[in-house]
């Protein structure tokens, strides 16, 4: 098992930045891919970022590219994700989640575990 927690969440202006967290416990953490997903009132969860195991390769949805940066330090078992240049559509509850593999899984169907999710607003 590995749980999960995000944070970091909040209420931000369009333009603003926020830094959310994901703490992971339980089994090793490096053996794991990381993702951030995100699900917005209304619509399907969908992609954001993944991560490798080492953090020698990201992935990127193209509506966050340029604007999203994941990182880990898998020595405090942390995941993050930076995000500038914040928009309205990208108000969601944010989601970060682990998949056992050495690929970066861009598919919910492929992460075996989940966090509880954060609320990001970005008003305009």
């Known amino acids: 098992q590995v749980q999960l927690v995000e944070s970091g969440g909040g209420l931000v202006q369009a333009g603003g930045s926020l830094r959310l967290s994901c703490a992971a416990s339980?089994?090793?953490?490096?053996?794991?891919?990381m993702g951030w997903f995100r699900q917005a009132p209304g619509k399907e969860r969908e992609f954001v970022v993944a991560?490798?195991?080492?953090?020698?390769?990201?992935y990127y949805a193209d509506s966050v590219k340029g604007r999203f940066t994941i990182s880990r330090v898998n020595a405090k078992n942390t995941v993050y994700l930076q995000m500038s240049s914040l928009k309205p559509e990208d108000t969601a509850v944010y989601y970060c989640?682990?998949?056992?593999?050495?690929?970066?899984?861009?598919?919910?169907?492929?992460?075996?575990?989940w966090g509880q999710g954060t609320q990001v607003t970005v008003s305009s």
């Open positions: 339980g089994r090793t953490f490096r053996n794991y891919a």
């Open positions: 989640a682990a998949a056992r593999t050495l690929l970066y899984p861009s598919t919910s169907s492929e992460y075996e575990y």
């Open positions: 991560i490798t195991w080492s953090g020698g390769i990201t």
